[in-house]
């Protein structure tokens, strides 16, 4: 097969609604996916359903992540976040195009830049499975141009450029869709940057589909550089022998192992869900990073939960965690100014938010309810 990482995909010109989710189902390990009917039975979800909805979002699951759904039915956290359902078709009221502004903070192409000292690079549009609350679910993946190897290099050269940028983030899409040999050219390439002191993967494949985690890639991610892996455990269910030993080959490698997590209506937004899912990660050595508050983006209104709702959550799992294992609950705010903690907006009588940044700025955020 030819290496997608590589090979520019500008040909992809073709809009035909069925390309995006060829297109995606051209990860590297094809042979771990699970086939269409099978989604759909143990879902329970009509196939016409995950027909129209797959045009706008591909609809693919690791086969391992499909047995877990199995195990766990169809009500299951597992099940919800990732069956395909006809209300993603539905505009709603509260959706923000845009919801964090992050596409209108690119310095360089597939660069995202709200901090001095470091970036997101959008490595890839690619997933090995598809979050239906997905905050960049806007960007279609048939259409979305891969990264090719001019393009890294421009991104390597704005690196170089702007020397206050001390730690590169590869998001995406999933970073570890790309081919081991593409991650280890990347970490080569950084190497050669002296102001870059070290580096950042956010990446849910450890989740997903723990077998990505071989001794090939942990190969591939070793060198000077010293390594965080932010993975996205959200739930307890998630955590299985297999995706606590993908943690564990990682650790075993020298990455320090973070999660974050998005706080999802129906999925983790109990105290008792929060606290096993955190307990848990601290029990395998995860140190905890951020709880984020849910992107209004178009398509996810089910997930959705107002910042009252997150604020009551919050304040119980502040009051019962052991403060190592309670992650920074955050809002990305839709004007740009990023993450800031929840807790510390301001409810104004008119029912909107204010938060002064530590600089003076202020935001001013409305909920959707
Ligand atoms: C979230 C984010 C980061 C990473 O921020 P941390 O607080 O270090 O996790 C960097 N850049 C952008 C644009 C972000 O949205």
Not at 54 to 64: A, G, I, K, L, N
Not at 111 to 124: G, S
Not at 168 to 176: K, N
Not at 249 to 257: D, E, P
Request: proline letters at 8%.
């Amino acid at each position: 097969m030819a290496n997608p990482s590589f090979s520019s995909l500008h040909a992809v010109a073709d809009r035909q609604a069925e390309s995006a989710d060829a297109a995606a189902s051209t990860t590297p390990a094809a042979e771990g996916f699970a086939p269409r009917p099978d989604i759909n039975r143990v879902l329970d979800v009509p196939a016409e359903v995950t027909d129209q909805v797959r045009r706008v979002f591909p609809v693919q699951w690791p086969r391992y992540y499909l047995d877990l759904a199995e195990q766990q039915g169809p009500d299951s956290a597992v099940a919800r976040m990732g069956r395909p359902r006809l209300t993603e078709l539905v505009q709603d009221q509260g959706d923000i195009a845009d919801p964090i502004a992050d596409r209108r903070q690119r310095p360089v192409p597939f660069v995202v830049q709200k901090h001095a000292d470091r970036v997101i690079i959008l490595a890839t549009k690619k997933c090995h499975f598809y979050c239906r609350f997905c905050f960049r679910r806007e960007e279609p993946v048939a259409r979305a141009m891969e990264l090719s190897r001019a393009d890294w290099r421009c991104i390597f050269d704005f690196l170089r450029a702007n020397p206050d940028i001390k730690e590169p983030i590869l998001s995406g899409g999933d970073p570890l869709t790309l081919t081991d040999e593409h991650l280890a050219w990347v970490r080569s390439e950084l190497e050669t940057i002296p102001s870059v002191t070290h580096w950042r993967i956010h990446s849910r494949a450890p989740v997903h589909y723990p077998a990505r985690v071989t001794t090939g890639l942990t190969a591939a991610l070793q060198g000077r550089l010293p390594l965080r892996l932010v993975c996205h455990f959200n739930h307890r269910d998630e955590q299985t022998p297999q995706s606590l030993a993908a943690v564990a080959r990682l650790q075993a490698a020298g990455v320090q192992v973070e999660n974050q997590a998005v706080l999802l209506q129906g999925v983790n937004d109990s105290l008792a869900a929060q606290q096993a899912l955190w307990q848990g990660l601290a029990a395998a050595g995860v140190k905890p990073r951020y709880l984020h508050h849910p992107d209004r983006v178009a398509g996810n209104a089910p997930f959705r939960v107002s910042i009252e709702q997150g604020r009551r959550l919050y304040t119980a799992m502040t009051q019962t965690l052991d403060p190592e294992q309670n992650p920074r609950y955050v809002i990305d705010l839709p004007d740009g100014t990023g993450k800031i903690p929840v807790a510390a907006m301001e409810r104004q009588a008119d029912g909107t938010y204010r938060y002064q940044h530590p600089d003076g700025r202020l935001s001013v955020y409305q909920d959707w309810c």
